[in-house]
């Protein structure tokens, strides 16, 4: 079984937008996929663009939480590109634990 770790925590903001301080517009997200029984951890990186156009319900910088920031950039993302990053995950983890090929070197 792999556990998935989200971390969101690091973003980049507008200063000010829409009488707003510190908006979040872009989401630094790392993955870690860990397989529970051999401890092989994998991880991936990216960003992703949140929209800002139209804020309905503003959440203050100060009581965002990681929980607030995962949700917000998976449903950015959307659900495809969510469970794709998760399988892509689970393939390296797989091929860590079995691998298909290997680098050698003759002597």
Do not use: R
């Amino acid at each position: 079984m792999i556990t998935y770790d989200w971390n969101c925590k690091t973003v980049d903001v507008y200063l000010d937008k829409d009488d707003h301080t510190n908006v979040v517009h872009l989401v630094h997200w790392l993955v870690i996929g860990e397989d529970v029984e051999t401890g092989i951890k994998v991880k991936n990186i990216g960003i992703q663009p949140l929209e800002t156009e139209d804020i309905v319900d503003f959440v203050s910088f100060e009581e965002l939480t990681n929980e607030t920031l995962i949700s917000w950039t998976k449903e950015a993302m959307g659900e495809e590109q969510v469970v794709s990053i998760e399988a892509n995950i689970a393939l390296q983890i797989e091929d860590l634990i079995t691998p298909k090929s290997m680098t050698i070197t003759i002597a």
